[in-house]
């Protein structure tokens, strides 16, 4: 009678519901239609023991770390660095564009923001300085997801509490891929500007390096604190957190002091996106208590081990159902649903949690800049005009490019595990 589940949930999303009360509302009305009603008498304990786990803490805090930051004016400082390390080569801003995104992902850890900031102030200059609106917005695109890769992470910390996962070791296991990545886009975006031949930054244009690197200072001490603190074992992932919203404050006012009005904006938006993520985190307690009933886990494995996939081939096979997961579902959602049913049977297969949650996040970051419903492409295309179609064609090069990066970390999982191995978080 599990087939009931998809069936329900189709007709609840057709009437408009949100995706929370989608997948919660399907379960419970199987729970019923299945005579299983006695076993929801357990329900708001599996929801509490979903939502009870100490790790979480960290996402609010971070969310409002970003979201202090964002309105500080930090944008501008990190752009003026990366203008005066890598402007004057060829298809310098494309490069900074990059280059930022690294910079700017340890500040924010979402992808969204990333996108919205950059397509604010960097895609306008390049337009300006000889570069097609469509490409300007590509490489925006295309960067903004070394935010949720690079720590602080939000999508990693909810990972880490779904598989109860140390966030530090997912953390620091999120460097070197984040780097790898952006090492990609940057041969991609010197392709381009060899063969369109973009332009330099001229010297009279950027600022000298080492002021630039002197106000950049408070922008940069932030993910030093965070990634600092819990590798020398001064501080937990949450307690990290706490100290980088007291940074995020300081820092922002340093560059542009923060108003009433900025603050209530930056508590106003942590709490809608803490409270839509932890709705869906008690939808998911609910449909994962049914899968536990149904042994649906149980059923992949014997599904995968009738098939002879294997490891790497079940891991092949998971990365496609993601990609295609990522490209129309929000990330939470997706993260949420899939992780509880695929990830046991992953581990099972001799997968280790933290490259598991490394490659996850990876590929369920592709699907923002994938049609139909990429949303760091809907974010630049309504933020520059951009027409969306032109926008994701011309991002199918740095999307192949996040592709190959995926398989070589599928294929070599030390990639990720090296650093947090290295440093004693994990084993």
């Not at 973009?198 to 690197?213: C, F, N």
């Not at 490209?327 to 297969?349: G, K």
């Not at 809907?378 to 011309?394: C, D, H, M, P, Q």
Request: aromatic share 8%; glycine share 8%.
């Amino acid at each position: 009678m599990i087939w009931l589940i998809p069936v329900i949930a189709a007709a609840m999303l057709a009437s408009g519901l949100a995706l929370a009360y989608v997948i919660g509302g399907a379960a419970v009305m199987t729970f019923i239609l299945t005579d299983n009603t006695r076993y929801l008498a357990v329900l708001p304990q599996k929801v509490f023991s979903q939502i009870s786990v100490f790790s979480l803490l960290a996402m609010p805090l971070f969310i409002l770390a970003g979201e202090l930051m964002n309105r500080g004016g930090v944008t501008k400082s990190l752009i003026d660095l990366s203008m005066a390390l890598i402007g004057r080569l060829r298809g310098g801003l494309g490069h900074v564009n990059i280059m930022t995104s690294v910079f700017f992902a340890g500040i924010s850890g979402s992808a969204v923001a990333d996108a919205a900031a950059l397509s604010n102030t960097l895609v306008p200059e390049m337009r300006e300085r000889g570069y097609t609106a469509e490409y300007a917005g590509a490489v925006t695109a295309a960067s903004s997801i070394i935010g949720p890769i690079v720590p602080p992470s939000i999508i990693l910390i909810f990972y880490g509490a779904l598989m109860q996962t140390s966030v530090a070791a997912l953390f620091v296991a999120g460097i070197v891929p984040g780097l790898l990545l952006a090492a990609a886009l940057f041969a991609v975006n010197g392709w381009y500007a060899w063969r369109e031949d973009h332009p330099r930054v001229e010297k009279s244009d950027t600022r000298p390096l080492l002021p630039a690197i002197v106000a950049a200072i408070p922008a940069l001490c932030l993910p030093l604190i965070i990634v600092g603190g819990i590798i020398l074992g001064w501080m937990t992932p949450t307690e990290a957190a706490a100290v980088a919203v007291f940074a995020a404050a300081i820092a922002a006012f340093f560059y542009a002091p923060l108003t009433r009005q900025d603050i209530w904006e930056s508590f106003s938006r942590c709490a809608v996106l803490t409270g839509s993520i932890f709705m869906i985190l008690c939808a998911v307690a609910a449909f994962g208590h049914l899968a536990a009933l149904e042994r649906i886990p149980q059923t992949i494995a014997g599904l995968v081990e009738d098939m002879g996939l294997g490891p790497i081939g079940f891991l092949i096979a998971m990365n496609l159902l993601f990609i295609v997961a990522g490209m129309i579902m929000d990330v939470p959602v997706a993260l949420a649903l899939l992780v509880p049913l695929l990830a046991p049977v992953a581990l099972a297969n001799g997968a280790d949690p933290v490259h598991l949650g490394i490659m996850i996040c990876f590929n369920l970051c592709i699907g923002l800049v994938t049609p139909p419903l990429g949303g760091c492409l809907l974010i630049v295309s309504t933020v520059t005009g951009v027409n969306y179609w032109k926008l994701a064609r011309a991002v199918i090069p740095f999307i192949i490019a996040e592709i190959i990066v995926l398989g070589v970390l599928v294929s070599a999982p030390e990639i990720s595990l090296w650093l947090p191995r290295t440093l004693g978080l994990w084993e």
